[in-house]
């Protein structure tokens, strides 16, 4: 089982990036589908969520009407588009697998929100 985040990057305030995560290893359109992410001392919490057949999302009230979650059940890929970003999205984003048995963790990509 693998989920393999990449897109993160250093962007200045107001910026957009693209993150993907690429699924590997279990019947990904089986999986309910999220982003979490953890700043420097915080706990981590969750960003977005989507169901399986991508019908239905979920979103923190902080990222909500800025980031959008999208899934490729055909691909094995889940995203989160990220616009008007802020320095306190600073943070590792996970992707994240999930069904009633089995719960996978990406290693993360590190966005920083800079000027």
């Known amino acids: 089982v693998q989920l393999e985040e990449s897109g993160g990057d250093l962007v200045q305030p107001g910026g957009s990036l693209r993150l993907s995560c690429a699924a590997s290893?279990?019947?990904?359109?089986?999986?309910?589908m999220s982003w979490f992410r953890q700043a420097p001392g915080k706990e981590r919490e969750l960003v977005a969520e989507?169901?399986?057949?991508?019908?239905?999302?979920n979103y923190a009230d902080s990222v909500a009407g800025r980031f959008t979650i999208s899934r490729d059940n055909a691909g094995n890929r889940v995203y989160l588009d990220m616009n008007n970003l802020k320095p306190e999205d600073t943070a590792v984003y996970y992707c994240?697998?999930?069904?009633?048995?089995?719960?996978?963790w990406g290693q993360g990509t590190q966005v920083t929100v800079s000027s």
């Open positions: 994240h697998a999930m069904d009633r048995d089995h719960d996978y």
């Open positions: 290893g279990f019947t990904f359109s089986r999986f309910h």
């Open positions: 989507v169901t399986t057949a991508g019908g239905d999302t």
